[in-house]
């Protein structure tokens, strides 16, 4: 997992972004012999409360 802070060149507000490695979306209902899709290799969350610790930030999004 990764985290950087991020002030837009137009705007004082600072937001975050974190990555997080092998993230996959939680999937409502599992088809049984159905192929399962590969994880993605990363995923970025943006977060516009910058002061969030990144577990709650990917947390909100679950």
């Known amino acids: 997992m990764a985290r950087i802070?991020?002030?837009f060149s137009d705007s004082e507000e600072v937001v975050a972004i974190v990555f997080s490695k092998g993230?996959?979306?939680?999937?409502?209902?599992?088809v049984k012999g159905r192929k399962k899709k590969k994880p993605p290799e990363w995923a970025a969350f943006?977060?516009?409360?910058?002061?969030?610790?990144?577990?709650?930030?990917i947390k909100k999004y679950i």
Not at 23 to 30: A, G, M, Q
């Open 23 to 30: 993230y996959k979306v939680p999937e409502d209902d599992t």
């Open 5 to 7: 802070r991020v002030r």
């Open 46 to 57: 943006l977060s516009a409360d910058a002061a969030l610790h990144s577990s709650v930030v």
